[in-house]
Nanobody
Framework: QVQLVEFGGGLVQPGGSLRLSCAAS????????MGWYRQAPGKERELVALITRRGSTNYADSIKGRFTISRDNAKNTVYLQMNSLKPEDTAVYYC????????WGQGTQVTVSS
C-alpha cells in the first residue's frame, strides 16, 4: 500500500492556472502508472491524465493541450499543471498509483469560477 497526499487545489478564475502535486509515501520509481482522476458533483470519476515510469503520457480529450502531467521519481511526486482552466474543470482531483490493485489520495478540490 502507498499513501498519496495531494496539494495545490483551490479557487481560480476562468483562464487561470493551478499546479497540483501528489506526494507518495514510498518510492514511485517502480510504479508504472501514476495519474490523476477527477470527479465533478453528480458525475462519475474520470481519467484526467496518466504517466508511466518511462514518461509516456495519456490525456483525456477534454484537457489535451491545457494540462500537463509529470513525475519526479527522486521526489516521489507526481504533478499536474493545469492551464487555461474552465468552469467545467471544477471537480475533486484524485491522485492515483497503480500499485497493489490501485491506490488513491484523499482528493483536492479545484473550483474554476469568476
Amino acid at each position: 500500500q502507498v499513501q498519496l497526499v495531494e496539494f495545490g487545489g483551490g479557487l481560480v478564475q476562468p483562464g487561470g492556472s493551478l499546479r497540483l502535486s501528489c506526494a507518495a509515501s514510498v518510492s514511485i520509481f517502480s510504479i508504472n502508472a501514476m495519474g490523476w482522476y477527477r470527479q465533478a458533483p453528480g458525475k462519475e470519476r474520470e481519467l484526467v491524465a496518466l504517466i508511466t515510469r518511462r514518461g509516456s503520457t495519456n490525456y483525456a480529450d477534454s484537457i489535451k493541450g491545457r494540462f500537463t502531467i509529470s513525475r519526479d521519481n527522486a521526489k516521489n511526486t507526481v504533478y499536474l499543471q493545469m492551464n487555461s482552466l474552465k468552469p467545467e474543470d471544477t471537480a475533486v482531483y484524485y491522485c492515483y498509483a497503480g500499485l497493489d490493485g490501485g491506490n488513491w489520495g484523499q482528493g483536492t478540490q479545484v473550483t474554476v469560477s469568476s
